[in-house]
């Protein structure tokens, strides 16, 4: 794999600025529709994360070792994405399309089949972490996510609290106090906000505090869940798995 040229393709393109993951995400949404869930609504080129960082990630992809812990928990976070092994596909092809239309028509520079070759391999190497410690999650019978009921909502001016139900959680999700969780606002299918467990009273309760500072649109659309709403949430990040070693 020659890492020079994916570096050196990766630099034209993010250089060129937010129409090339504006067109990644038009032809990943058009050729894959079922996709557009997945992901927030209105997005902006602030809230693409996606591309950026498999750019940089393949990249740096002579650095694998050291991204591994970071793919792992990608991988597993990614569970509650909803994304399958399909999807990588789905991914690969969009951004293979987006980087030969950028390069071709915005650069000096010209794609070429090695550019294809180079990419696809780095990405391979990327998704098999990312969908190995995935698996093992799966493997170990941890769901992606677990919807649960809002039994009471508190709200300051900056925070709330909103308490959950704890009757019958799922494997992978004994909660405790000071986990930090990602969760699903009511109402807002692909956005997650962080909120952090407090006085969690096994079997019985717990409560989700969420900081908003009346600016952070994720955590007010999660802090105006209503009693009796569902909230989705991903399972707690201190996950000891890595996957095993595969031959
Ligand atoms: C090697 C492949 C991939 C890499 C390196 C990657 C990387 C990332 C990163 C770093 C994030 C931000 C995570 C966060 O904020 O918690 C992200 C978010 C996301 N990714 Fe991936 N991803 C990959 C493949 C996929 C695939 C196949 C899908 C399925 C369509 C997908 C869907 C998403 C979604 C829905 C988000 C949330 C976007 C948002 O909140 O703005 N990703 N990805």
Known sequence: ?????????????????????????????????????MFPPGMTSQRDKLMRALGTAISNIDQLEEQKPGLWQLGRDHRRFGATQAHYGAVLSALLQTLERS???????E?????????????????????????????????????AVVSEVERHADVARLRIVMTNPPTGYELEDGHVLDVMPPRRPGLWAK????????????????????????????????PGELVRIGPPDSDPFEPEERS
């Open 103 to 109: 390069i071709n028509e915005w650069t000096e520079l």
């Open 1 to 37: 794999m020659d890492t020079e040229a994916l570096q050196r393709t990766w630099k034209a393109v993010a250089e060129l600025g937010d129409r090339v993951p504006l067109r990644f995400y038009s032809i990943l949404f058009y050729k894959n529709p079922e996709t557009q869930i």
């Open 195 to 226: 909120a952090l467990v407090r006085d969690v009273a096994i079997g019985a309760h717990a409560d989700l505090r969420i900081r908003h500072h009346g600016l952070d649109f994720p955590a007010m659309a999660l802090a105006s869940t209503r």
């Open 111 to 147: 794609w070429t089949e090695a550019d294809t070759d180079n990419w696809c391999d780095a990405f391979q190497l990327l998704a098999n972490e990312m969908l190995a410690a995935a698996y093992e999650q799966a493997k170990a019978g941890i769901e992606p996510w677990w919807d």
